[in-house]
């Protein structure tokens, strides 16, 4: 267990050096990922965000050798890996031990891994920053990664913003906004706010109406697909004869946003959905093979419900 320099047993934990840093880069240009393919892009993406040798002669000759693994979905060195692996143990158990202190404490603003860094973990504080370092720094190894950081607002601060957001939905109607989601950004020391929202100004009026500037910022699905009303649809699957076919899996899209998560209609021919008035393409699956066996679009009435009769091709 990574804990308390007085136990004298601990093992360091220190930020590991991305691999590969003994091999001479490739000289090549900088070029950007939309210059390459999208398997290219990730794997840059990927070893920036964590920090590993990100040059594109390097990513290609990982990419074409046979030894490469990729338990982290994009090719790397079986040190590269090895280090990411320990790396990522190392930090989350420190990030428990410090987060065990910091959340006690009344300036504590969270705390993130910043994984570009080599995986050192930063924790913020809106006050007392020294005194809250040497505190942590007696709870660890000396080697032990992490440094301290002043914000401007309290986790605790934030999330009773996003509650304040949450408990006025008649407002946001008020608005043409539905409230889909929130949370904290500890990076950036915000609150989220996630709506729904044809709107375009609706997210500089929440701001606005809660005096949130600096304080939060909010992200909008832009169709308002989560403030239309709801109505039913009942949905049938039969064959080229009329005769029903059962054990269908369903997926629905909206005309208006991309949704909704498939689901089995069990053994039966019919289902009832409830959806939002809208458009909808109503897709059929075979779970068997997994592929689409028919299709129709039907249209959603408010507080009411359609039908629609879908010819299965098995």
Known sequence: MLVCAATGGCDAIAALEPPGREERPVDTPSIRPTDFDEEFSTALHFRETFGLRPDPGWIRAVAADPGAVTGFDVPLTIAEQT?????????????????????????????????????????????????????????????????????????????????????????????????????????????????????????????????????????????????????????????????PVVGMDLEPDSDVSLCCEARSMGQSSEIVLELRAAGWMIRIIDPRSGREVGHRHAVVSAGQQSAVTIVVAL
Do not use: C
């Open 83 to 243: 280090e990411l692996e320990r790396r990522l143990v190392d930090s989350d158990q420190l990030a428990d031990l410090l987060k065990a202190y910091a959340v006690e404490q009344p300036e504590y603003a969270g705390l993130f891994t910043a994984q570009d860094r080599g995986g050192i973990v930063v924790v913020q504080f809106t006050d007392r920053l020294e005194e809250h370092r040497e505190a942590m720094s007696k709870l660890v190894h000396p080697d032990a990664r992490f440094e301290v950081v002043r914000v401007r607002w309290t986790s605790a601060e934030l999330r009773a913003l996003v509650d304040r957001v949450f408990e006025q939905q008649d407002w946001l109607g008020s608005i043409g906004a539905e409230f889909t989601g929130g949370g904290v950004d500890t990076e950036r020391n915000l609150a989220n706010i996630k709506i729904s929202s044809k709107n375009p100004h609706a997210g500089a009026a929440i701001i606005e109406h809660f005096g949130a500037e600096g304080r939060m910022y909010v992200e909008s699905d832009g169709t308002g697909f989560y403030t239309l009303p709801l109505g039913t649809l009942l949905v049938k699957t039969v064959d080229r004869l009329g005769r």
